[in-house]
């Protein structure tokens, strides 16, 4: 028994096909028997159209779902594990700094206590009424307050420096941020990219980001997140390019 | 002795410009990336290129090709100064005809230390 289908789609042309051949009409059964082969076709090619786009579909579906595990097994506790590092970076940076302005306080403090001391018997010296025991003592007092003025405002000035340098946290702190706000950015691609697919709607981006060029940079080192061999500290930098000569 | 510093933080920038002047160098002029700062090195009369590796627009890394590459501008002494400590990126650097390489965090000490020793290097 052939189906319905089959007889409204291929009867007629059979039937025409039939009565060509009985009737011995050569170019009416040609003309019918290409007729027939052309809706094959079209229903075949249709069939193809249909399982492409599936295979498409289920290709782009593969490669967002390889992302976004890869980006939830992978990045997401690496990104953790930068954030706590840029966290501790901050945090050790903020201690340090105010470490060396206590240390700095109590220096000036002393500087500007012992000057304004000298400063009274300095003005009576000056008014030429200061006693030859009292000027005996302002030299001494001056002997001793010029020696550890010098010395507290050089430790000042290095801890002032250090300060400085200690600022350096906010470089490395904004480029570990600056790479984890990429991978958000990536995430919430890949996201919205398989609600998009779930709806059956259109692929509207590329899923995944580009890997980084390299010649860009890595940004900096992030203890528990490996990027490959990376040098310690300075004296591997030195150990490194003296070995290559430099 | 005419220092153009380059790197895409500002901090960073104060930082090393305030370290340069301890050291006695007054003349400190400031780029963001390498883009901006090759014109400047074409146009200007800088003797000491001190870069970041790792910024927007041109990195430093394709900067110091840059500059290695322009004739007026060969010679010039290049310090690195970045936080990529990758040792494939320290020989990749030091291939592309880096002077010195430092990394970030850095102390006022190491900075010193490799700038004097490209220039005595350049005087020998």
């Known amino acids: 028994m052939t189906s319905p289908k089959l007889q409204e789609e291929f009867g007629p042309i059979i039937a025409a096909l039939a009565g060509a051949l009985a009737a011995g009409d050569e170019k009416t059964f040609y003309a019918e028997l290409d007729s027939l082969v052309e809706q094959r076709e079209r229903s ?3 069939e193809l159209r249909k399982l492409t786009a599936d295979l498409q579909s289920a290709l782009v579906r593969f490669s967002v779902d390889s992302r976004l595990v ?17 966290l501790k970076m901050t945090d050790e940076a903020a201690h340090r700094t105010m470490d060396l302005v206590e240390q700095c306080a109590p220096l000036a403090d002393r ?7 000298i400063v009274e018997m300095w003005r009576r010296f000056r008014a030429r009424s200061i006693a030859v ?3 005996g003592q302002m030299v001494q007092r001056m002997d001793v307050f010029l020696e550890s003025a010098s010395a507290d405002m050089g430790k000042v000035r290095g801890n002032l420096s250090e300060v400085l340098l200690t600022q350096g946290y906010q470089d490395l702190s904004g480029q570990i941020i600056r790479g984890v706000m990429k991978l958000v950015g990536e995430l919430e691609t890949a996201l919205v990219e ?6 059956g709607g259109p692929r509207a981006s590329e899923a995944g980001a580009d890997a980084p060029a390299a010649s860009r940079g890595f940004g900096p080192v992030v203890p528990g997140v ?19 000569g430099m | 002795m005419k220092f153009l510093v380059v790197d895409d933080f500002s901090t960073m920038r104060r930082i090393i410009k305030n370290l340069l002047i301890d050291l006695g160098y007054q003349n400190v002029t400031e780029a963001d990336d390498g883009q901006t700062a090759l014109p400047m090195l074409q146009a200007g009369s800088f003797d000491f290129l001190i870069t970041d590796w790792n910024m927007p627009g041109m990195p430093g890394l394709d900067l110091l090709k840059a500059v290695r590459a322009d004739a007026k501008l060969a010679k010039m002494p290049v310090l690195m100064l970045t936080a990529e400590a990758k040792r494939e990126q ?3 650097a030091a291939q592309a005809g880096v002077n010195g390489y430092v990394i970030k965090p850095f102390t006022a000490v190491t900075l010193k230390e490799k700038i004097d020793k490209i220039l005595e290097a350049r005087a020998a």
């Not at chain 1, 310690?232 to 930098?237: E, K, M, R, S, T």
Request: charged share 35%; hydrophobic share 45%; proline share 3%.
């Open chain 1, 133 to 135: 025991k009292d000027f």
């Open chain 1, 111 to 117: 500087t500007a206590k012992e000057a304004a001391e």
């Open chain 1, 70 to 86: 890869d980006l939830a097994e992978k990045e997401v506790p690496d990104a953790k594990l930068r954030l706590d590092h840029v």
């Open chain 1, 226 to 244: 490996d990027h490959g061999p990376a040098v310690g500290d300075q004296d591997d930098v030195d150990a490194l390019l003296s070995g290559l």
């Open chain 2, 90 to 92: 320290i020989i990749e």
């Open chain 1, 44 to 46: 075949l090619f249709g």
């Open chain 1, 194 to 199: 398989l609600v998009r697919l779930s709806k």
